[in-house]
């Protein structure tokens, strides 16, 4: 290993990336030296379930040979973590639940498959909120995951386990979902970049369904750059996916010019309401500044159905997780009590055991949406009023390219704070919700700390903007050192 080279963890997508195409370094070296910091710093993490160190040896040498024979990609040999929300072959995936506590698919996800077809190295299974119901990790029926930054303060959820890893160096990258949030907040908690894409442009075959109109799969890495490397390699049609989009996958990385003289940069005046704290204002509101001073040109706008959001939001998830994770009976699908004769009894009492209080709440919320003589009132309501969410959003992108506000606002914010106040859990998440209630794409960038908790800066853009989003993180980042900032452990 050459001597220029540091601390291998340490080393970005892209970075580790170039050290293995000119063979400084191998695979088998770079794995290595990310299973011996699992070992070392995971134990306060608890951001993986299911550690693959054996598979993952094979994989890298594998790799290797892939190199040496001058059949490399961009990811081949590159150590990454999976939320263990996608189907992963032969590999358990339990959604962080005790209802698939047994589960070992017998296929990968698409995402996960195209990884694997790049050479990617899977470490493992990330934690999570249990079947992607929450936004503080702490719903996982196994353990809490802890904040590399804070180890008394939540990553964030409901990737949590995702964003703890690629922040304390335990991945080079992850994959995450995002179904109202779990992609940018947890980056945004835990001071890295997260990329939640156009609803449909990653194909959701082989993601274990939450809210299937919501749920999006996407990168959680160090930098834009990497988010781009990652979005490139999982984009694009899939048949086996009714919603995947078969629009053309434009080259991202080619597309990181830095340049963005003339970016018209909207700022959404409702995303700076009464609540947030002053660390998060200032910090996203220099970050708007600095935009300003590489060219953007900045203008207020107004999103009035922000204020509805949540409600529409917090209808629609919960009514289709109800018919989603209905299949969960105990005969077909996942664990089953064992214990009564009547089946009707041991239904309910697998449902029972199998799920979390938080799966529970939101199932019973949604089932009483769809219920006969509420539907109309709720879940009917709720879809009309995401009808002018969107149209907020298009009128807006009539008159700007790009949207800047705050992920959260709040930081990272101590384990077991809010366990017992769904709602104010809930409003964590007030400015990521309506992007996924849009469909559209959003990044979480890293654009300073606020009481030594990392902020990010939320980016929107329309439909199939994701390139634009990635050259505006970028620019930001050749301009600021925030996202090269590492927690102490």
């Known amino acids: 290993m050459s001597k220029a080279v540091p601390e291998l963890w340490r080393l970005t997508v892209s ?13 088998a070296e770079l794995t290595e030296a990310f299973l011996e910091r699992i070992a070392a710093v995971d134990g306060r993490l608890s951001a993986y379930i299911t550690v693959t160190a054996d598979g993952a040896r094979r ?6 040979r892939r190199i040496a024979a001058g059949e490399g990609t961009a990811l081949t040999g590159v150590p990454m973590q999976i939320k263990d929300l996608l189907c992963t072959k032969d590999v358990p995936t339990t959604c962080a639940s005790r209802m698939l506590a047994e589960y070992v698919p017998v296929y990968d996800a698409t995402a996960v498959a195209r990884l694997r077809e790049q050479g990617a190295v899977l470490l493992g299974k990330g934690n999570m909120d249990e079947f992607g119901m929450g936004s503080s990790t702490e719903n996982s029926a196994f353990f809490p995951t802890r904040n590399p930054w804070n180890p008394d303060c939540v990553p964030g959820g409901s990737s949590g386990g995702s964003a703890a890893a690629v922040a304390a160096g335990t991945a080079t990258f992850a994959l995450g979902t995002d179904t109202g949030g779990s992609i940018r907040q947890p980056a945004s908690f835990c001071g890295i970049t997260g990329l939640k894409p156009t609803y449909g442009r990653i194909s959701r075959f082989g993601l274990v369904a939450y809210a299937s109109s919501l749920d999006q799969v996407g990168p959680l890495a160090r930098d834009a750059t990497d988010c781009a490397l990652v979005l490139q390699a999982i984009a694009g049609h899939d048949p086996r996916d009714a ?3 078969p629009s053309r996958v434009p080259d991202y ?5 830095g340049d963005i003289s003339g970016l018209r940069l909207g700022v959404p005046k409702e995303y700076f309401a009464e609540g947030m704290d002053a660390g998060v204002r200032d910090a996203v509101s220099a970050a708007i500044d600095q935009l300003s001073g590489l060219g953007a040109e900045i203008r207020e706008v107004s999103l009035p159905t922000t204020a509805y959001a949540l409600a529409c939001y917090y209808i629609i998830a919960p009514s289709e997780c109800s018919a989603n994770l209905a299949r969960y009976d105990g005969v077909k699908y996942g ?10 009894a041991a239904m309910e009492r697998t449902r029972q055991d199998g ?12 089932a009483f949406a769809l219920s006969s003589g509420y539907y109309d009132a709720y879940y009917h309501k709720a879809q009309q009023v995401r009808t002018l969410i969107r149209q907020d959003f298009a009128r807006v992108f009539e008159e700007v390219d790009v949207l800047a506000a705050p992920v959260s606002p709040v930081v990272a914010f101590p384990i077991g704070e809010l366990t017992d106040d769904p709602v104010r859990m809930y409003l ?17 960038v890293p654009c ?3 009481d030594g908790m990392p902020v990010g800066l939320q980016l929107i853009g329309p439909h199939l903007s994701e390139d634009k989003l990635l050259n505006t993180a970028h620019a930001y980042q050749q301009a600021t050192t925030w996202h090269r900032e590492r927690p102490e452990m």
């Open 15 to 27: 970075e580790a990336s170039r050290l293995l195409g000119d063979r400084e370094i191998s695979s």
């Open 59 to 64: 994989q890298a040498a594998d790799a290797d």
């Open 243 to 245: 919603t995947s989009l």
């Open 253 to 257: 990385a080619a597309g990181l010019t």
């Open 335 to 344: 664990y089953s009590h064992r214990g009564d004769g009547d089946m009707w």
């Open 355 to 366: 799920f979390g209080e938080e799966v529970k709440r939101r199932i019973m919320l949604g």
């Open 428 to 444: 964590v998440d007030i400015y990521t919700l309506p992007v996924n209630v849009a469909g559209l794409p959003a990044m979480s």
């Open 448 to 450: 300073g700390f606020s």
